[in-house]
């Protein structure tokens, strides 16, 4: 079991270029999250795939903002257009769910991909 | 709004003490609360949850304890162990919601 592993590490981009992060979920995982962190504040939730229907999405996300997961396997964050506020850690989880409950389950967290516009 | 607030944003505390975090909250619709550590250049990871039908959980040298009435949460860490520095996230969630709300964090530092 290798984990949720997420490439980049690292992304430098000058602003209004494209960026594609991609996570790799565990294996047996059917829920992917999608969430981003900025210095001293917690993870923020960006999106939320059920297998590889997108589910929820926040409403703060902006139309730049597009997430994948074309087979339910892996998963692609695309931002468009890039801001200097789309600075930030962002980072993909992946659950196991047995029920058609809502989150009580514990994520595995990638160690994220640290974007930095410039 | 935060509806999640960890008002210490770091804490000091000597190895083999008792270590406490505390976590707020104001949405009375949360059911659910979970704590998370997290290491530089990792993930966070899970630690340990609490559902709001009870008011304590405990794991090993972890427990969390939930005051409903005060909308106030804590996690216990005895002994503290200098693996236990980390930031300490506390998160929430309710009933049909596939998003958790996280607080800031904590910084925890056991000191030798």
């Known amino acids: 079991d290798t984990g949720v592993s997420q490439n980049p590490r690292h992304k430098i981009t000058k602003r209004g270029q494209n960026v594609t992060f991609r996570c790799d979920p565990i294996?047996?995982?059917?829920?992917l999250y999608w969430y981003r962190q900025t210095l001293g504040q917690g993870p923020e939730f960006l999106t939320y795939?059920?297998?590889?229907?997108?589910?929820?999405k926040s409403r703060l996300l902006s139309d730049r903002f597009s997430a994948e997961r074309p087979k339910g396997s892996f998963s692609t964050l695309e931002i468009q257009r890039t801001e200097q506020g789309d600075s930030a850690m962002y980072l993909c989880?992946?659950?196991?769910?047995?029920?058609?409950?809502?989150?009580?389950?514990?994520?595995?967290f990638g160690s994220g991909t640290q974007l930095s516009v410039l | 709004d935060q509806q999640v607030k960890q008002n210490s944003p770091s804490l000091s505390v000597q190895e083999g003490r008792i270590s406490i975090l505390n976590c707020d909250y104001t949405?009375?619709?949360?059911?659910?609360f979970l704590w998370y550590k997290k290491y530089p250049a990792e993930g966070p990871t899970f630690l340990i949850s609490?559902?709001?039908i009870k008011d304590k959980n405990e794991d090993g040298r972890f427990t969390v304890f939930l005051n409903k009435s005060a909308k106030h949460l804590s996690l216990h860490i005895v002994p503290s162990q200098p693996g236990d520095s980390a930031v300490y996230f506390c998160?929430?969630?309710?009933?049909?919601?596939?998003?958790?709300?996280w607080g800031a964090g904590t910084k925890l530092i056991i000191k030798p």
């Open positions: 989880a992946s659950s196991l769910a047995l029920t058609r409950q809502a989150i009580n389950e514990k994520l595995f």
């Open positions: 294996s047996e995982h059917n829920r």
């Open positions: 795939f059920q297998n590889e229907a997108q589910l929820e």
């Open positions: 949405n009375s619709m949360f059911d659910y």
């Open positions: 609490i559902s709001s």
């Open positions: 998160a929430a969630s309710w009933d049909s919601n596939y998003q958790l709300i």
